[in-house]
């Protein structure tokens, strides 16, 4: 067994508006001198520590509590799932 | 007749419904810790507003993870009718019950303000003393209160008569201004508004008549008389 460090990252689907990364975006950032910046979307990132035997199966883990206890909303939210080395 | 208020850590509107049940109603309440079981011969179940775990995650969502929400799944399964307000109407979603997803308002300020509510569905236990599209003057408080649902999602609640209450005019930018929805039985309701707060003329400014006929509604579904 080893130890991995995993992000979940929790974001609101396309389509789903996100108020707060909108408000980030035309209120602070484009009235800046930052032009170039065209999206920003905020998200939620939970980080676990957990040990398992490879990367593969701390992800396929991690998935699974994700989806077991609902840690994110399935109607609008989805996760991305990053291992790495403790 | 019997009615449970669930309490879960964080819980603060629980008082309020038990006053309103008793002292108003005078129905017989009793409080239930998220941790025990339900008795069988409840007869009504409401889940109070508040914060429960501190909207820790996202509001209602560990606390649709306690144990009494299997007893509350049965119970809605039997056909017991099932009150969630604002809080409690986040746990009912997020424990599977209904249908559906509360997401921070559009303005992401907590909105704590009077609102009026369309009756649309006169056929559940909590609103068979309404005439359709009656008006009721209700309190908002709430930071996550936008109702979301997917277009076809919506066309089934609509079908299938789901929507029970909307509000009159856009408040937090939910999906067909929807204030409240049950199951497709429709013993078990969701609002973000408090009834609560509403049914006593010494806190109400406006009118608590149609506020109280909530409440009146479970009694006649009940067969209480007072």
Same mark, same amino acid.
């Given at each position: 067994m080893a130890t991995f460090n995993v992000q979940v990252t929790i974001e609101n689907k396309p389509g789903i508006s996100d108020p707060e990364g909108d408000t980030i975006l035309n209120d602070l950032v484009l009235k800046g001198?930052?032009?170039?910046?065209?999206k920003i979307k905020t998200a939620k990132m939970l980080k676990f520590t957990i040990k398992e035997k490879n990367k593969k199966t701390a992800e396929s883990k991690i998935q699974e509590i994700c989806d077991e206890l609902r840690i994110y909303n399935p109607v609008v939210s989805k996760i991305t799932v990053a291992v790495f080395d403790a | 007749m019997k009615v449970g208020v669930v309490v879960f850590p964080?819980?603060?509107?629980d008082r309020d419904m038990y006053h309103v049940l008793?002292? &108003?109603?005078n129905l017989d309440a009793q409080y239930y810790w998220h941790e025990k079981s339900l008795p069988k011969n409840i007869d009504a179940v409401i889940l109070p507003g508040g914060f429960s775990y501190g909207d820790r995650l996202r509001a209602g969502v560990i606390a649709a993870?306690?144990?009494i929400i299997k007893d509350i799944q049965k119970m809605a399964e039997k056909g017991i009718p099932i009150l969630g307000v604002c809080n409690g109407f986040q746990i009912l979603v997020e424990s599977g019950l209904l249908p559906g997803v509360l997401l921070k308002n559009e303005s992401l300020n907590f909105m704590c303000e009077w609102t009026n509510l369309i009756v649309e569905n006169n056929k559940t236990p909590f609103t068979n003393q309404f005439k359709l599209h009656d008006r009721i003057p209700i309190p908002i408080a709430n930071g996550e209160g936008r109702y979301y649902v997917d277009d076809d999602t919506l066309k089934q609640l609509k079908k299938k008569n789901q929507i029970v209450f909307r509000y009159s005019q856009v408040v937090n930018g939910s999906s067909n201004r929807i204030a409240g929805v049950c199951n497709q039985a429709g013993n078990v309701v969701g609002m973000m508004p408090h009834p609560e707060r509403a049914v006593e003329s010494e806190i109400?400014? &406006?009118?608590n008549k149609p506020s109280s006929l909530i409440f009146e509604s479970l009694m006649v579904k009940m067969g209480v008389v007072n």
């Open positions: 001198t930052h032009k170039t910046v065209s | 964080g819980s603060n509107c008793t002292d &108003v109603f993870h306690s144990p109400n400014p &406006v009118d």
